[in-house]
């Protein structure tokens, strides 16, 4: 099973592919424009693979709020939709808390602490799970906001009932 993950943002998006069976990373994108990621979403249509999609939505933190994450808002809800209407493929809606304390086992933490569980688990260590261009790990090439987006994909993948 394929799981899409997003991590939304105002104007580019990370997104990955992520191999639930196989635990690998098909495809990552650190920086991928919005409107590309409507494309991108439209192409797995035609993958004979079992798809569904992950994307991380704005939790609300007790915090004031600028216009960027309103926009995040928008754009996370314009993904869902056009996934949903290419197919009847499953979307799950995560938050950032649930990702981190499924994670790390905290209820909050950096960015940091996620990524070092994720290469902890896909390793050991960052040399077996990301390499080098000349030895890949299965993370190879994941970077930027595509942690975040895997980070979406991967904890779809151990809590969700299908897998």
């Known amino acids: 099973m394929i799981i899409i993950g997003i991590d939304p943002g105002p104007e580019h998006s990370g997104v990955v592919a992520y191999d639930a069976y196989h635990k690998e990373v098909e495809q990552s994108f650190s920086e991928m424009a919005n409107d590309k ?8 249509v035609y993958n004979p693979k079992q798809v569904r999609l ?14 960027d994450v309103f926009q995040t808002c928008v754009w996370a809800g314009r993904f869902i939709q ?14 950032r808390p649930e990702i981190v ?15 070092a569980v994720l290469v902890d688990r896909f390793g050991p260590g960052r040399k077996v ?35």
């Open 37 to 44: 990621v409507f494309d991108y979403l439209r192409g797995t």
């Open 54 to 67: 992950g994307i991380e939505i704005p939790a609300c933190y007790g915090l004031r709020v600028g216009r």
């Open 82 to 95: 056009e996934f949903t209407c290419l197919s009847f493929w499953t979307v799950y809606e995560v938050s």
């Open 101 to 115: 304390h499924h994670l790390t086992g905290k209820r909050g933490g950096p960015k940091a602490a996620v990524n």
């Open 129 to 163: 799970a990301v390499g080098r261009k000349s030895a890949p790990g299965p993370l190879y090439g994941v970077k930027g906001h595509a942690w975040d987006a895997l980070a979406v994909a991967y904890f779809v993948a151990e809590t969700m009932k299908e897998v």
